[in-house]
């Protein structure tokens, strides 16, 4: 309920904000400079926002200058097999990229078999008709999770090895042993309990590290947003949800398949298990769905409200409306510092508590 009075508050600010500068702006408005900038903005925020097959840092409009790294395209072609090449063939999606006689074009993001001209065709949903090759492609967004497994990995070898020095870990794992313990003391075992939650700490300190320094990593200038991409929630939703059901044993299906157990005679049962048993199963789907949107709509919004807010920055030209809005993205800056943190120990939360659902006995609820 507080997430949505912060982007009621938001959306409020932000149209309180636009009527100002659209006053300030009356006589110029409708001119081609204004409309420019208000595109520059929008494609800013977009190129933010999706995935990309090169890694920019940032881009001169003037000269038309990227600077930043090509990556790896890989891509299973049906007819030819692998294609590998860079990506700096595609020249930001302006381009034809040709390899080995076939040729590839970028449309929306998406790589698709084209001719020496780039044609696309689209039928009569707007989709395009040319054949699209599997994308394998090391992207933006794969390889920030690359970066991030890395970095992880280092982090817990390094804290496993000092243990092995002494009882006092040293290094990064000062900052990582409390965390963990907090893991294991208040998320694992009350919602998983003491016998049973060893097995699943892995998993759960993984996706708390994972979903949060891939958070923080979208709050920097690198133009990063791994955990705003619907593809990459819907992964970690769907491992929960497998480990979930993996997990689940007698007791947690037959409270899906009889939920009401032996309290009423069987032909008393029927006439609501009619009702009962699929609502049970459709709330199977429904908690990783719900993690999968609630990780993704936070992340989403939060990037678009504070790129929204440095946008307007240039669009008032003024020094009260872009002082105010300067102060509003720092202070949105560090709540949303406060959201990566907190959106990585919800999705930890809730998939410890639905391993506690899928594990839990009788007789120690009891």
Do not use: C
């Not at 949107?293 to 939060?302: D, P």
């Amino acid at each position: 309920m507080q997430s949505n009075y912060l982007v009621k508050l938001l959306t409020i600010i932000l149209l309180v904000f636009g009527s100002y500068a659209q006053a300030q702006h009356e006589e110029h408005e409708g001119t081609p400079v204004e409309i420019s900038l208000k595109e520059k903005i929008k494609e800013s925020i977009n190129h933010h926002l999706l995935d990309s097959h090169d890694f920019t840092f940032f881009s001169d409009s003037e000269t038309g200058k990227h600077y930043g790294f090509s990556l790896p395209v890989i891509l299973w072609d049906d007819e030819d097999g692998i294609q590998l090449f860079s990506s700096s063939k595609f020249h930001h999606g302006e381009e034809v990229a040709e390899n080995n006689g076939n040729y590839y074009t970028l449309y929306h993001n998406k790589v698709y078999k084209t001719d020496a001209k780039g044609t696309i065709t689209l039928d009569e949903h707007h989709h395009p008709t040319q054949a699209k090759p599997l994308d394998f492609s090391i992207t933006k967004s794969v390889l920030m999770i690359l970066i991030t497994g890395i970095l992880m990995l280092l982090a817990f070898v390094g804290m496993a090895k000092s243990f092995k020095k002494g009882p006092i870990v040293t290094g990064a794992g000062r900052f990582l042993e409390p965390i963990i313990l907090y893991i294991r003391d208040d998320i694992a075992i009350p919602n998983i309990g003491e016998k049973k939650h060893r097995k699943y700490m892995p998993y759960l300190l993984t996706i708390f590290f994972f979903v949060w320094f891939l958070n923080l990593f979208g709050l920097t200038p690198l133009g990063v947003n791994v955990t705003g991409n619907i593809a990459i929630t819907f992964a970690l939703a769907i491992m929960t949800f497998i480990i979930t059901q993996v997990s689940g044993n007698k007791n947690y299906w037959m409270h899906i398949f009889d939920p009401l157990g032996n309290s009423m005679p069987w032909y008393g049962k029927i006439p609501l298990y009619i009702i009962l048993i699929p609502i049970e199963i459709l709330g199977v789907f429904v908690k990783p769905f719900a993690l999968m949107i609630r990780l993704y709509a936070n992340i989403m919004a939060g990037h678009i409200v504070l790129m929204s807010l440095v946008g307007l920055i240039f669009i008032f030209q003024n020094w009260i409306g872009s002082s105010l809005s300067f102060v509003l993205s720092f202070a949105i800056s560090l709540i949303e510092l406060l959201v990566a943190l907190l959106q990585a120990y919800i999705f930890t939360m809730l998939s410890a508590l639905y391993f506690g659902f899928a594990v839990d006995e009788h007789e120690e609820a009891h």
